[in-house]
């Protein structure tokens, strides 16, 4: 679980197939419309979650989710089933974000390495549903934490706010390059699959540079679990402040 960083090859050249869809709901309680890129010449299915009320007319804050390893494949619907995706559908009023689900085929890439998937489902949803690009906030769990704390620290110029969720890393590569970045990170204690220990160094560290810098470092946050095994997402996810703390960063009024 502790692999080192891999360099990322190029970015493939991408191009956009539209190909929309959605799974039956109500348009008063969101939608989930599933979508395709070509990128460096495959197919790569992903999802998007449409929140109540989404009007193309006008700009939409959002957020990139990454999924765990389980969650790997090329159907472009098990990234929704785990994690963020059912908090939206059980409380979409709490949410209102358009959410972009990329999927990456394999469990072994790490995220970092096919972030040019990530960046074209984020790229086709922009133009297709209107997402503000100054806007968008990047979460994820387990491997997906893992790629949020480091896409996360390779582009951080992109994203308003970090959200990972029982991922792992290396603080030194990630700390200092997301100093300027407000984060909530979460973790269970009872962890048996990524060491919390992964989460309260980044953090620490995270914090020490921020107070060097000038920056207040309590915008570095944290919540452990003490009961929570590899399962922190179902419990970050119900929080009941995660919601109000996203708003703010994104400017949801």
Known sequence: MHP???????????????????????????????RQVQVGGVSCKYAVWLPPGHDPKQKWPAVLFLHGSGE??????????????????AHPERWPFVVVFPQKPSDEEEWEERENIAFAALEDATKAYAI???????????????????????HPER????????????????????AALPVWAFH??????????ETQRTIALTREIRSQ???APETARMTLFPEANHNAWDPAFAHDSLNVWLREQLEVR
Do not use: N
């Not at 269970?188 to 220990?197: H, N, Q």
């Open 72 to 89: 790997s494949g090329t159907d472009g619907e098990a990234p929704t089933r785990v994690g963020f995706g059912p908090a939206l559908q």
């Open 132 to 154: 503000d690009t100054k806007r968008v906030a990047l979460a994820g769990m387990s491997q997906g934490g893992h790629g949020t704390w480091f896409i996360g620290a390779r």
């Open 4 to 34: 080192s960083l891999l360099l990322l090859l190029p970015l493939a050249a991408l191009a956009v197939v539209s190909s929309s869809g959605g799974a039956p709901a109500s348009p008063d309680r969101g939608r989930y419309v599933y």
């Open 213 to 215: 810098r000038g920056i």
């Open 159 to 178: 994203w308003r706010c970090l959200v990972p969720v029982c991922g792992y890393g290396r603080p030194r590569c990630i700390s200092g390059r997301i």
């Open 188 to 197: 269970g204690l009872r962890d048996d699959v990524v060491d919390p220990i």
